[in-house]
């Protein structure tokens, strides 16, 4: 990491004429450090409080072309996605998000207007998140690269990890499931129209996804026995739960009719978006029967002896979820 | 970050044929969880011990064919030097390293000993700088793209900064300087011969740089005043000192003469590598004066009133370092 003292970069047009090191100023000038920033953007590496004297941290690639395309995300839908992708696994393990690196490349030629919109979409999900930027690296590659490392306390409580799920839990989620799929197929034109309004927010929701952030310490508070962040597709996730708790997980479909997704694909393509698709950045969470609980977590199905994860008590025919090298 | 349990793969040749979940279960396999890894590989995220109460966070990126090329580095190189690259970053701050999240995106036709063998250039890097694997990312791209945080523990000791420099004070350096320049020159074939095994330690600087990681945490100890990994080269980097401590710094070439150096390129191009060449992830402090300093700290010039970076009391004429955009 490196990173100089601040200075604002006036008049540069393109990351060429800005260079790395005015890159860097700007972006700590557009990045305010956050209470628990020991030392932030400035120096060989970042020093964030910890008083939990456990960090949780993760972190995530976000690929030009893979992840993001740029004519369907503006730069600040890309800033918001990198910062969710990340900081909804670190609310995942019922934690709290603290702070984000991201480092950067891209080509010389992108405008400096584009990366101070990324910026200010970083900085904005990393605000909602009750983090912020604290570090990051900057290179030159032919394409628009992300890679974010999310770091986030726990606050005295354990880990909500994929083991802990035991037959009789409930299975819930918190957030959308198959918004940011069916936003995929819109945008693709296999379903719907980008510019029906009435879609928006399907769309919404693959450019510039919302975890609940609190949902996540909430339901380690609540005692949560298993949790992941729905970012393959649910039944991929799920799947990850159901192996390492060594149990069997059954989804209920009459919990999961979602009148959004059918009235933009039908309920079949609503059916498959909701328990396929990826990238809605939910969390998905089993909890010991009897607990009441509230909004956003609804109860989608319940875990019991076996493997595998089940939809109305028999094997999904279809896709699964999503494989980066298949 | 998504990681499965531990299964071992065997028989799949490609990354296309191990898949994501494949890929992630051997290296999970192959990267051994530390002493402080609380949650390692196998979750959304990991835990790890920070008894501090802060943690020392950096991210890089190593491209292919920006930061390493295939046809010279093997993977194990790739390995060592990505660790280096990052753990090194938290060394300059006084920090011994604990983690390393590796976030790994390749092409689906590339070997899985070429992993394995990464793996391994990991594992062993993280090693000697007393740290391990806790947790990373897998995409597909057209190229190796490698993205590595580095964290660290302060063990009580403030961070040792890049402001704090004082007049009066001296510059040392640990480890070697313009190495890996000549490594690079001797690979390019401006310099030396790269079969000439008198020249394999310059090429080896550049292939896999073997930072002194105890230097920093000792030099902290010591009571550095300013401290950098010199990634950027010399000039450059001592020039991030000197504008954060508002001071001088003046380097004497009598201090900087390196044989090897001489040998494989004559004098001039000998003190060109030293001065602005990069990736030798050496580390440069500043220190009170009469610290007796231990090796392989070495006192390369003294800090004094002003600004910028003379070398033998002049501004040098010549490239300063490195920028990526330009």
Redesign the interface.
Known sequence: ??M??RRLVIGAED??S????G?IDALSAWLPPGPRT??GI????????????????????L?EG??FRLDWSSAADVGHKAAARSLA??A??G?RPT?L???L?AP?DLPVNWLMSLTSGLAAECARAGASV????????DAV?L?V????D?AGRA?V??AGAAPGDVVAVAGPLGHAAAGLAILSKAAGSPDDPALAPLVAAQLRPEPDYDAGPRAAALGATA???V??GLLADLA?IA??SEVQINLRTAALTDPDLITAGGSTSALTWTLTGGEDHSLAATFPPGVRLPAPWRVIGEVGEGHGVLVDGHPYEGPKGW????
């Open positions: 990491m490196h100089a003292p990351l060429g800005l260079g790395e090191f890159l020991l030392v400035g120096d060989d590496a970042a020093v964030l409080a910890t008083p939990d004297g456990r960090v949780v941290a993760t972190t995530d690639f690929l893979r992840h696994d670190v995942a393990m934690a702070g690196l991201v480092a490349a010389p604290i570090g990051g690296d900057t290179a030159r590659a690269l890679a490392t999310g770091l986030g726990l880990p990890r994929r949790m992941i962040d970012s393959d990850h192996v390492a494989d980066h090298f298949r």
